[in-house]
């Protein structure tokens, strides 16, 4: 019996460590969204009061500027704007380091070189348009290589590897530089026409677009170069007029293969606060669920909350589940009232629409086009948790997975149980009246401790995939526990396989305790199930985009698990 509760209890503990409790914090990106026109101020202002009013502990907002910092880190940024002022004063800095050389007044040349280089960086995607203005970029860094060149200073090399760089296929300006200059730079471009350090091939969605380096245009997609130096830089695709959004590479040694997706370049912004902006409510409706998890997996978040603006001062937010692109529940409130209640309700999981005097349900957006989710739609549908299971899946798992705990229980105690009956069983000869009831009752509740170990198993990996949590992905610690499951599999296949039963044979010590081997080999195995089965449920939900449905049928000769859904 002591197994029994160990076992028992080990059971408890494992489904207890798939609870979300134990999950780090799990954070949120609020992303507004608009189809036609729609004020970037007063969705960044929205966006804010409902990321500022999230104060659940198992969810935490991301600071929009953060966010926005990241994705145009980590994915594209709006294209550099540069005024007539700023151009002016950036000629009038190149020519006054030009004076400060030929007085050999190398200080002042590089004071006047880095602000211009300044410019020149940050906005090299925007100068480096029109050939005449690339040309005098790659004039004013060559300055500065002459400064290296003059001084002997041994950054001259990698200096002009990197004006290189910064205007990739660009003569400079006839005359106005010094040979040892013009040479250095012939020198960096032979290189990499003998030994190119770098390949690039970028591709986009639609292809036959422009593609530009640094502002340059260079070809169009499908397009291949071997010939720029390793380093970082911008790239452009632009099918239309329109400047496209600035992609940061680094290319190495080696081949960098780039895929550039222009429709979805055309509707994310990040001005004034990082969204989307769709031409149509019909476009939005089929892109923004990819769209928000695209958002979403490039800043690091675990959800993203859709939010828009309704008529008068009505805000909408959906809640999207990154890792598995589900829309899990929906809210409609009073942007001046009521906010916070709104989305305490939401990080519960609760889809309600909280405009008008009673709080009522609402069917929450599922994702795509042809889903009808307005004022039409409410009805008293069941709240599902905080993760989009809904309350009845969590409470028939829980029920379920109490009935395997007792199975486990049974089957452990009835194997317990074996040793005594077997040795009961060979304490009578083999003519003794006694001998075959009582062998045939050993038997038989060999075989009953090995149905309530199997179905325990079954009932278990059923409870599992009812009553755990949503997670995004296919969290570590899943695999942890389906790595413990593999270890009792394992136990128990080599309990069974190493097991001497007694056969037809007169019970004897040594094969009573190989059979008790085997007993405890089965129940093993159906404790493994539910373990086992903890992240291939994830997967599987991921697979099926959350729409898993399971389902018993029993019957006098079998009991069977069904798992339907779409693929």
């Known amino acids: 019996m002591l197994r029994s509760i160990f076992a028992t209890s080990f059971i408890l503990a494992t489904l207890a460590s798939a609870s979300p409790a134990l999950a780090q914090p799990r954070s949120v990106l609020v992303l507004p969204w608009s189809a036609g026109d729609s004020d970037p101020a007063t969705l960044a202002a929205r966006a804010e009061a409902v990321a ?15 966010a926005r910092a990241r994705f145009e880190e980590h994915g594209s940024a709006e294209p550099p704007s540069v005024t007539d002022s700023e151009v002016d004063q950036w000629l009038s ?10 007085h050999a007044d190398y200080a002042a040349a590089r004071e006047a070189l880095l602000q211009a280089q300044q410019l020149s ?87 036959h677009c422009a593609v530009r380096l640094n502002g340059i245009e260079l070809g169009a997609t499908p397009f291949v170069s071997a010939d720029l130096a390793t380093g970082e830089y911008r790239v452009q695709v632009e099918c239309a007029s329109a400047r496209g959004r600035v992609h940061r590479i680094r290319l190495g040694e080696g081949t960098s293969t780039v895929r550039i997706d222009t429709r979805f370049d055309g509707v994310i912004r990040s001005d004034t606060v990082l969204r989307l902006a769709y031409a149509s409510a019909e476009d939005a409706d089929a892109q923004r669920l990819a769209d928000a998890v695209s958002v979403g997996s490039t800043v690091g978040a675990a959800e993203v909350w859709l939010l828009s603006l309704e008529a008068g001062d009505v805000v909408r937010v959906d809640r ?21 209640s709104a989305v305490a309700s939401l990080a519960q999981g609760h889809s309600e629409d909280r405009t008008g005097a009673q709080v009522v349900a609402l069917t929450r957006w599922r994702g795509g ?20 299971r809904a309350d009845w899946e969590i409470g028939l798992g829980v029920a379920v997975g109490v009935v395997a705990i007792s199975a486990f229980a049974v089957s452990l105690a009835l194997a317990d149980d074996d040793y005594r009956l077997g040795l009961a069983s060979s304490a009578f000869p083999v003519n003794a009246p006694q001998y075959l009831r009582s062998r045939d009752t050993w038997q038989s509740q060999r ?15 059923l409870a599992v995939s009812l009553a755990m949590e949503e997670e995004h992905g ?34 004897a010590v040594t ?55 779409s693929w």
Do not use: K
């Not at 999230?54 to 500027?65: F, I, K, M, N, Y």
């Not at 800095?93 to 030929?102: G, Y």
């Not at 860094?141 to 001259?156: F, G, I, Q, S």
């Open 121 to 207: 960086e940050r906005a090299a995607a925007e100068l480096n348009r029109e050939e005449t203005r690339a040309r005098q970029v790659l004039d004013t860094c060559l300055y500065e290589v002459r400064a290296y060149v003059e001084t002997n200073d041994p950054r001259a090399a990698s200096r002009a590897m990197e004006c290189r760089r910064l205007v990739p296929r660009i003569s400079p300006s006839p005359y106005n530089h010094t040979p040892e200059v013009v040479e250095l730079l012939g020198r960096v471009d032979r290189e990499l026409a003998a030994a190119p350090p770098g390949s690039l091939h970028l591709d986009s969605e639609p292809s």
């Open 474 to 507: 296919t969290p570590w610690w899943s695999w942890v526990v389906g790595g413990v499951g593999a270890a009792l599999a394992v136990t128990g296949a080599a309990l069974i396989g190493t097991a001497d039963d007694c056969g037809n044979a007169r019970p």
């Open 511 to 565: 094969c009573i305790q190989g059979s008790q081997r085997l007993d405890f080999g089965v129940s093993t195995l159906g404790m493994a199930m539910p373990l086992l089965s903890v992240p291939f449920v994830f997967l599987l939900r991921d697979v099926t985009r959350g729409q898993v449905t399971p389902s018993v049928e029993v019957t006098a000769q079998s009991a069977m698990v069904h798992f339907g859904g």
């Open 320 to 340: 999207v589940l990154v890792g598995s692109s589900t829309a899990l529940a929906s809210i409609r409130a009073n942007a001046l009232s009521g906010l916070g």
């Open 369 to 388: 086009a042809g889903v009808v989710d307005d004022e039409e739609s409410l009805s008293p549908a069941g709240e599902s948790s905080g993760w989009g």
């Open 93 to 102: 800095l190149s020519r006054l380091a030009v004076r400060h050389l030929a």
């Open 447 to 461: 075989t009953l401790s090995w149905a309530f170990g199997l179905t325990g198993g079954v009932l278990g990996a």
């Open 52 to 66: 500022g009013a999230l104060s659940s502990g198992e969810l935490t907002a991301l600071a929009l500027d953060g």
